[in-house]
C-alpha cells in the first residue's frame, strides 16, 4: 500500500516536471532570441513575425504549428545553433471570424533564411490552407535560401512554389513582404493573387544591387532596385504599397473581408444603409457629353457603389484603367474601368495585362464583374506594337471569352474599335449591355473615319474643310446616334445615368445564378 502510493506521487511529480519543461519550452520558443535580436529588429523599422500576426488576425484567435520544430543540418556551425521555429512561425486563425492560414519569417533567426525545416513548416501549412479551403497570407521577411543548408534549400523552395500553383484559383493567396526577398523567394510573392509592400523596409528583386553593378556596371540602391514605389509604379509586381506595417497589414484585413474563402464559396455579404434604388443624378454632372474632355472614373465609382467605399488594385500602374473590389448591395463586385483622366483612357500593353489577370482572378473565385466603358481605341505608336500590344490585349480578350461569372457592361461615351471589342462587349458574351445617352459606339471617332471614307471627296471639294465638317457630322449621325447599337441588339438598353446604380443591382441579382459550362479540356492555351 505505501509503496503504491509512493510511486504514485512520483509519477505526479514527474508529470508535474515534465510539464513545467514544456512551458518553460515553450516560452523559450516565443521569446526567440532574445531582446538584443529584438531591439535590433525594432531598430530597423520592423515588427517581430509574432507582432505582425497580432496584428493581422483576430486577438487572440492564432493557433500555431509547429512552434518546437528545430533544423537536423550539420556544418558550418548550424549543429550548435539550433533555435525552436527555426525562423518561421506558422499557423492559423481568423480575420473577422472567418479562418485565415499564416506563415510568418522570423528574420531574428537566420536572417528568416529558408531551410529543410523551415521549408517543411510552410509546407505543412499551405498543404492545411489548401484542405481547408481557406485563404494563405505570407508574411515574408527572408535572407533567402539558407547557404549552408546548400540545395536542401533550394528543394524547400520547389515545394512552395508547387504548392503555389496548386492552390491558384482555389483559395486566395496574399504575400506581403515585410523586409528583403530576393532571389528564387520573389517566385512565391510572383505566383500568389494579391501582393503588398511596405516602403523602405521592404524590396523584391532576382539579382541585388551588388551583382547589377558587377555585371553591368549600373549603380543603383536596394530601393530604387526593387524597392516598394518601383514594383508599384514600374514593374507591376506589388498591388499595394504602404507607408508602415500597421497600415499594410489592416489594408489586408480589409482586403480579406471582400474575398470568398475558396473558390466554392462566395464572397461575404455585408449588410449596407445604402439604398439599391439610391438614384445617381451626379453623374449627369461628373461626365461631360463632349467626349474629347476628361473626366475621373473615380468618382463614378465611388457614385455608383455601396456608401463610396471601394478597394482598388495595381493603383498605381497601368493607371488608365481602373481594377478594384467594391459591394453593391452588399454583394461583391470587380470593376473594370476605363480611366479618361489617364492617357484618355486609351488600352495599352499594361492596361491590358493588368485587366486581364484581375478579370482571370474575380472569374476563378466567382466574383462578378462590371465593366465600365469610355474607351477610345488601343495607344498607337510603334513602342507598343513591338512591345506586344497585339499579345497583350489578346490577354484581356481571352480573359473576358473565358469568363463564366456575370458580366454586365456599361458604355459610358466612346467605345471605339477593338477595344470596344475586348472591353468585354455583348459579342464576346457579355450577359447584360448598358449604355448611357452619351454613348459613341463605332469602328473609329468620326474625324478619322470622315477622313477614311470621305477622303476624295474632301480632297476635291472647293473647301475642304468645309466638306470634312460636313461629312463628319453627318457620319455621326448615321452610325454614332446613341440609339444605333440599341437597335440591332448589341446594347440591351440605353439607361438613365440617375438610375445606373439601380439598374446594375437588379441585374446582378438575376444573375446570381447563373452557371455556364466550358467545353471539356484539360486546360486553355492563353497568350502569353
Known sequence: MTTTRARSESERAGARGRTAELHAIRAQALAGPGEKATGAQHARGKLTARERIGLLLDEDSFHEVGQLRRHRATGF????????????????????????????????IFGGALGEAHAAKIHKIMDMALAAGAPLVSLNDGAGARIQEG????????????????????IPQISVMLGPCAGGAAYSPA??????????????????????????????TQNGLGGADVHAETSGVCHFAYDDEETCLAEVRYL????????????????????????????????????????????????????????????RWARNIICALARLDGQVVGIVASQPKVLAGVLDTEASQKA?????????????????????????????EHGGIIRHGAKLLYAYCNATVPRISLILRKA?????IVMDSQSIGA????????????????????????????????????????MIKEYRAELMHPYYAAERGLVDDVIDPAETREVLIESLAVLRTKHADLPSRKHGNPPH
Open 191 to 220: 505566383l500568389s493573387d494579391f501582393v503588398f509592400m511596405v516602403r523602405d523596409t521592404s524590396q523584391m528583386f532576382i539579382t541585388g544591387p551588388d551583382v547589377v553593378r558587377a555585371v553591368t556596371g549600373e549603380e543603383i
Open 151 to 170: 540545395v536542401s534549400a533550394l528543394a524547400g523552395y520547389g515545394g512552395i512554389f508547387q504548392r503555389n500553383t496548386k492552390a491558384s484559383g482555389v
Open 416 to 420: 471605339y474599335g477593338g477595344a470596344y
Open 256 to 315: 480579406l473581408s471582400l474575398l470568398p474563402q475558396n473558390n466554392r464559396q462566395a464572397p461575404p455579404r455585408a449588410a449596407t444603409g445604402d439604398p439599391a434604388r439610391r438614384r445617381t443624378g451626379r453623374l449627369l454632372d461628373l461626365v461631360p457629353a463632349d467626349g474629347n474632355r476628361p473626366y475621373d472614373m473615380a468618382e463614378v465609382i465611388a457614385e455608383l457603389v455601396d456608401d463610396g467605399d471601394y478597394l482598388e488594385v495595381h493603383e
Open 431 to 470: 450577359d447584360l449591355t448598358y449604355a448611357w445617352p452619351t454613348n459613341e459606339i463605332a469602328v473609329m471617332g468620326a474625324e478619322g473615319a470622315a477622313d477614311v471614307i470621305f477622303r476624295r471627296q474632301i480632297a476635291d471639294a472647293e473647301d475642304p474643310d468645309a466638306m470634312r465638317t460636313r
Open 356 to 384: 486581364a489577370r484581375f478579370v482571370q482572378w474575380c472569374d476563378a473565385f466567382s466574383i462578378p464583374i462590371v465593366t465600365l466603358l469610355d474607351v477610345p481605341g488601343f495607344l498607337p505608336g510603334v513602342g507598343q
Open 77 to 108: 556551425g548550424l549543429e550548435a545553433k539550433k533555435p525552436y521555429t527555426d525562423g518561421v512561425v506558422t499557423g492559423w486563425g481568423t480575420v473577422e471570424g472567418r479562418p485565415v492560414f499564416v506563415y510568418a519569417h522570423d528574420f531574428r
